[in-house]
Structures are given as C-alpha cells and as structure tokens.
C-alpha cells in the first residue's frame, strides 16, 4: 500500500508525524520516533518573549506587552523556565539532524513582527527542513478589531516568509471570523502549509481555591470534529498543502482527517499517552483499513471527502444544520 504524500514539498512516506511539543527535547526519544518510522517530527516552540528577553537582557520591551502594567511581565516564564534557551534550541535542531534522517520543523511562536523574526532565519540555518508558525494570540482588547488582528498575522507571516527560502507553515487559529479569507489572504503570501488548528489552553476556575487553574488537558478524538469541517471546507480552495493536529488518536482519525483533506497527521497527545510506538500502530492501522477497503494509495483517499466540488459550502453547512435540529427526537 502506497501511503506517500507531500506536505509542504517535503516528500514524506506516510502522513504521521508529531506536532510541536517537548518530545524532541530529549534525543532518545527522537530516536525512538524515528524507529517507529515517524515520518517528520516538529520541534515545541521557541517563543518571541524569550527571544526578546535574550536579545535585549534584562531590559524587556515594554511596548510589547501593549503598555500593560510591569505586572504583566510576571505572567510570563523566567528566562530559566523555558526549557530550552534560543541558542540550545538552535543547538538542538543541529544535534537532531545530525542524530536522525527524519525532516524536522521548526516552530516560531509570537504575535508581533519585530525584530525576534530573525530567528527564522537561524532557524533555518540549523538545518530545520521548515518552519511552523504559531501566533498564539486571544483577542482580548475590545479597541482592536477583527481584521487588525488579522493583519498582524498577515505581516508577521509576511517577514517570515520573505526572511527563509526553507518551506513555511501556520498554525491557524479556529476563532477569526472568516478562517477561509484568513487562508487565502495566507495563500496569496506563498504560504507553503497550514496547520489546523491550535488548540487553546481553557483555564478552569478551582471553587475551592477561588483561583484560575491553567489546564492543559491532552485531547481525545472528538477535538478532531472541528479540524475534519475546516479541512474538508480549504481542501481545494488553498494551494497551500494541509496538516491536522487535534484529536488524532486511532488509524480511523487519521483517515479522516486524510480524506478531510489533510496531507500530514499531526500527533501530541496520543504520543505522550501511549509512547512514540503509537505512531508504528497509526500507520500500521492506517494501511490494514485501506488494504481491507481496496484503497490501492492513500492519495486516493486524500480529499474523497472535502467539500471542493460543494458550488456553495455555506449553504451545505446551513443546511445541514438545519436537517440535523430539525431531525432531533425527544426521548
Ligand atoms: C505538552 C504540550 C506542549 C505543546 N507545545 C507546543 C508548542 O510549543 N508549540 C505549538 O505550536 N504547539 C504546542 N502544543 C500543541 C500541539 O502541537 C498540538 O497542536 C495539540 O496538542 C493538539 O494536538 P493533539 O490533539 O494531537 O495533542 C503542545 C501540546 C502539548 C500537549
């Protein structure tokens, strides 16, 4: 069974890879992703705070916290709370390539463009096949609106891709007004793939303490449902090549997200619960279900079931939703 496919013009054997998290911190278990036959891995985040805090000392920029009190500099992590500084993080992407034949992504996180995009460049420079970026952003000032917000990830996506000639990605957001005039506007700046979607942290309230608990609870299958719609609605619309990452956990999570439209299967939480191996039984899981089903590729699967033939995708949404509260039963 032929389970190749091409993410972000990197030819790749099958679709399953990890998405950006702390399993590439330790170089054993890079190794263990490689001999479960991972077919890319991508490194965690290396943030604009912590590259601004580096290349200015101690000074930090106020202006970038948005003239917000000096209280706000206490929200975020000490610089010896990263996990790895810029220059280790750099230093880690060459000791994985020299380590591994995998391709490795790298992986900007910030929400302005300023002088922190260099690291782009360096990133590249160490040897990173691509790059992701993740403008981790919560829109939460009521002066700014919606295309603002949106032209900030315009521009930050702009200096990127004209800083690498490496390919370059975005993890794309699920909360703008219009995710599809995002993707194109993205599209039209020669973005080579988009990522769908982050997965915000959801603070709880602890009753007993009365305090704000951050939680970051890992996934499950059902997280995909809104990845499988987005997916199924860019595929075909976008020249742009397609990553899920979000509640892939079986083999059938991943066919869907295939035949959603997706050309590479991201995977955090199901790695961390059940240990590099997990992404052996994803693949291995992946091909019995199209062999048992006459798939003769799993290009033939990719994109069977998006909507780019739908004339009018709104209207089928509607629809749809109209059918399915209409169709609901009392018990
Ligand atoms: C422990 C942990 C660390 C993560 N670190 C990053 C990060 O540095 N950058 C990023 O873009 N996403 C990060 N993520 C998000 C994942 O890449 C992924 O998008 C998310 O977990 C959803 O995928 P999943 O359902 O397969 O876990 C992290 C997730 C976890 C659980």
């Known amino acids: 069974m032929d389970l190749s496919t091409t993410y972000l013009g990197l030819k790749l054997p099958h679709p399953i890879m990890t998405g950006a998290s702390p399993l590439v911190d330790d170089l054993d278990m890079v190794k263990r992703l490689e001999d479960a036959g991972a077919a890319a891995i991508t490194m ?12 200015l000392g101690m000074v930090y920029r106020m202006e970038l916290l948005d003239s917000v009190s000096a209280e706000a500099l206490s929200y975020f992590p000490r610089a010896d709370e990263y996990r790895l500084g810029p220059h280790q993080y750099l230093e880690q992407i060459r000791l994985i390539k020299q380590t ?17 995009l260099d690291y782009a460049r360096l990133i590249q420079q160490a040897g990173a096949d691509a790059l992701e970026l993740n403008v981790y952003h919560v829109a939460a000032d009521p002066r700014e609106s919606g295309a603002a917000v949106e032209r900030r990830l315009f521009d930050i996506a702009r200096a990127v891709r004209e800083s690498v000639t ?19 506007q993205l599209d039209a700046l020669g973005i080579d793939g988009l990522v769908v979607f982050n997965r915000f942290y959801q603070p709880d309230i602890d009753l007993q303490e009365l305090s704000i608990v951050p939680s970051l609870s890992l996934s499950s299958s059902s997280t995909l449902l809104l990845r499988l719609r987005w997916l199924a609605l860019l595929y075909g619309r976008v020249k742009a090549s397609l990553a899920v990452t979000g509640g892939v956990h079986t083999p059938q ?37 199209l062999d048992e089903h006459e798939y003769e590729s799993l290009k033939q699967a990719q994109g069977s079931q998006s909507l780019e033939r739908s004339p009018n995708p709104a209207a089928f949404e509607r629809a749809q939703y109209m059918r399915l509260l209409q169709s609901f039963q009392m018990s």
């Open 166 to 184: 490496i390919p370059l990605s975005v993890k794309l957001s699920p909360f703008y007004s219009s995710v599809s005039h995002v993707a194109s």
């Open 100 to 116: 591994v034949k995998l391709p490795v992504i790298g992986s900007l996180n910030g929400t302005t463009a300023e002088g922190w």
């Open 253 to 289: 999570d991943a066919l869907k997200a295939v035949m959603a439209g997706a050309s590479a299967v991201q995977t955090v939480s199901a790695v961390l619960q059940h240990g590099p191996e997990h992404i052996r039984t994803l693949v291995d899981g992946m091909r019995a279900w």
């Open 44 to 55: 965690h985040s290396l943030y604009e705070e912590q590259i601004t805090r580096e290349q």
